[in-house]
């Protein structure tokens, strides 16, 4: 005997409905088989939620009380953090080679030299890194394009360390040296390191949870998408969550943007929507063009009206005048705010902004509107206009937590680390004096308590 006591196990029943509540806040599936783990990460967060007993711990998440970021606490005891630099080289050979050449010579693109690529769930960033050196090495004077790479994951510690951008030599496992050599610089005596400042630049990082945030939205930079990566992700999910991350993924990528799974998680049922696309040693998933518009003659009567037509004069008795008016209510032609969010959501960045100009001239005090435009500017690479459309937003309704959120964003862009606390304390003020449960204008649904829970997760990432 060596006198250690293992903990009490938890009932049975109780893991179950844990495994379910878990499922359902944060997508990943714990099937009896892997119990063992799912206690062990509760086990772990149980201090620091302020329980000291595992079971009332369990119960109490299972009562549906913990707040997003308690949640996210949670998370970050049940993820797995497994991940390297060009993890599935193959992967990063057909981005390099294939997809970005396609992307910077792509005639819909017109001259447009702007990028925009997504690591959904990034981990602690080496996915995210590793496309910026391959984006690089692959877009001739990339210094002259518009580059956004994001990373996005739910723990915030991996975010931390993402930002950070430090890494042991673990992270190098299988990596060619000359890539280490050229783009990191020793540090810690040389026992770490540290990712070059300018491919730093190049990716932002953010807290999102697949199951519980809004995406693809403008609020949060995740739409109108040239390449996703999502690997490694959706196989901890349940089918019907995977199915669901993976529709909203089509949905925030532009029209031929490319999806990157990993193998393991190639099914052809899950990635039905989307063309596959054989590179040598790997598949990647293209989201289809959209067909090709036909300049055809309007018909003269609508078909339906036509169809009205024939099937009701005998027993009508209506006059024909009435029976050639359209029945139908004739289709509202969207406010110019809405086709503005629409056309921006597709990443047709310059309709858009034409589109929310006009919606600004004909209520010019819409503080909306304004917010809309700064996003759109930004996106735009015009990084002043869009702070002082945004401020413009603020100015007309203080209270707007969403433009506060962006302005802080927005700010950190620019490195003005003071400009951009400020703003997100604004926001988490206002936050504070909402129910946690409550919406928020222009935020495309997402609630006031996780709004909260991102803005304390992006502080935990960045201190
Ligand atoms: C195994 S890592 C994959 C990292 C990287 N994509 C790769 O392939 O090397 C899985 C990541 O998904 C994140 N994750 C798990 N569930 C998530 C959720 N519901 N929302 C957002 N991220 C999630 C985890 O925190 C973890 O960082």
Redesign the pocket.
């Known amino acids: 005997m060596n006198g250690i006591k293992s903990p009490p196990p938890l009932p049975d029943s109780l893991v179950a409905r844990l495994s379910r509540s878990v499922e359902t806040r ?3 599936h714990f099937p009896p088989e892997r119990w063992a783990d799912l206690v062990r990460g509760v086990r772990a967060a149980a201090p620091e939620l302020g329980f000291d007993d595992v079971q009332q711990c369990a119960e109490w998440l299972v009562g549906a009380k913990a707040q997003p970021r308690q949640i996210d606490l949670l ?1 970050a005891h049940l ?6 630099f060009f ?1 599935e080289p193959k992967a990063f050979e057909a981005l390099e080679m294939h997809v970005l050449p396609e992307i910077v010579h792509e005639p819909q693109r017109s001259g447009a030299r702007r990028l925009r690529i997504w ?1 959904a ?3 602690t960033g ?2 995210a890194y590793s496309i910026a050196i391959a984006v690089t090495r692959a877009v001739p004077k990339w210094r002259e394009w518009q580059i956004s790479i994001l990373g ?4 915030p510690r ?1 975010l931390h360390k993402a930002a950070e951008g430090i890494y042991s030599q673990w992270s190098f496992r299988g990596l060619p040296a000359e890539i280490q050599r050229d783009y990191f610089h020793q540090t810690d005596n040389g026992r770490r390191f540290a990712i070059a400042p300018w491919i730093k630049t190049l990716v932002t990082f953010a807290c ?4 519980e945030d809004v995406y693809p939205s403008l609020g949060n930079s995740t739409n109108a998408m040239d390449v996703i ?1 999502c ?3 959706v196989m ?1 999910f349940a089918r019907e969550q995977a199915r669901r991350v993976v529709g909203n993924l089509h949905r925030a990528l532009v029209h031929g943007g490319w999806l990157f799974a ?1 193998a393991t998680e190639a099914s052809p049922e899950l990635f039905a929507n989307f063309t596959a696309a054989n590179f040598p040693g790997t598949v990647v998933y293209r989201k289809n063009l959209p067909p090709p518009r036909l300049d055809l003659p309007a018909p003269a009567v609508p078909l339906e009206v036509s169809h009205t037509l024939v099937s009701s004069t005998s027993s009508s008795a209506a006059s024909s005048s009435e029976l050639l008016a359209p029945s139908l209510p004739e289709a509202a032609a969207p406010a110019p705010s809405a086709k503005a969010r629409t056309l921006a959501n597709e990443g047709r960045l310059g309709e858009a902004l034409a589109a929310c100009d006009q919606a600004i001239a004909l209520h010019k005090l819409d503080a909306a509107s304004h917010y809309l435009r700064g996003m759109i500017l930004q996106e735009q690479g015009a990084l002043d206009e869009a702070a002082a459309s945004l401020k413009r937003a603020l100015f007309l309704d203080q209270d707007f937590v969403v433009a506060h959120f962006a302005l802080g964003n927005l700010m950190q862009r620019r490195g003005r680390a003071t400009d951009a606390k400020r703003s997100f304390e604004n926001a988490r003020a206002l936050l504070r004096r909402c129910p946690a449960e409550a919406g928020l204008p222009e935020s495309d649904g997402i609630s006031a308590g996780r709004l909260l829970a991102i803005l304390d997760a992006t502080r935990e990432a960045n201190r």
């Open positions: 944060l997508g990943l998370a993820t797995v953090g497994e991940t390297y993890r690591s769930g990034c981990c080496e996915e996005t994951d739910l723990n991996f999102l949870n697949f199951v990566f690997r490694n992700v901890y990993s």
